[in-house]
Nanobody, 123 residues
Framework: QLQLVESGGGLVQPGGSLRLSCTAS????????LGWFPQAPGKEREKVAC????????DYAESTKGRFTISRDNARNTVYLQMNSLKAEDTAVYYC????????????????WGQGTQVTVSS
């Protein structure tokens, strides 16, 4: 049973940067596609970045292309999200998800979730 723990959230001004981390215990992330899914108040959880389980190919939501970068370090059992040029609309609780699959699907297909980390973008 995997357990995922996110870290790295916080308060940042518009235009700033944050790096989120999600580390797994209780198993290896090697065969899991991994994604980041923010959820703002009153909204559904959405996929903004995903990395596949084998070749490291990535996929991004249109709203985050060019600003966010997802990466993984299987030796550290960790997935990262580098967020640059942050905007107020990026404010949300960011969850990492793991799907036992090659590709990352939507939130309903995730097998494991972390507890989330709050990201607030405000001046």
């Amino acid at each position: 049973q995997l357990q995922l723990v996110e870290s790295g959230g916080g308060l940042v001004q518009p235009g700033g940067s944050l790096r989120l981390s999600c580390t797994a215990s209780g198993g290896t992330l090697e065969h899991y596609a991994l994604g980041w899914f923010p959820q703002a108040p009153g909204k559904e959880r959405e996929k903004v970045a995903c990395i596949d389980s084998s070749e490291g190919r990535t996929d991004y939501a249109e709203s985050t292309k060019g600003r966010f970068t997802i990466s993984r370090d299987n030796a550290r059992n960790t997935v990262y999200l580098q967020m640059n040029s942050l905007k107020a609309e990026d404010t949300a609780v960011y969850y990492c998800g793991a799907e036992y699959s090659y590709y990352c699907s939507g939130p309903s297909r995730m097998d494991y979730w972390g507890q989330g980390t709050q990201v607030t973008v405000s001046s």
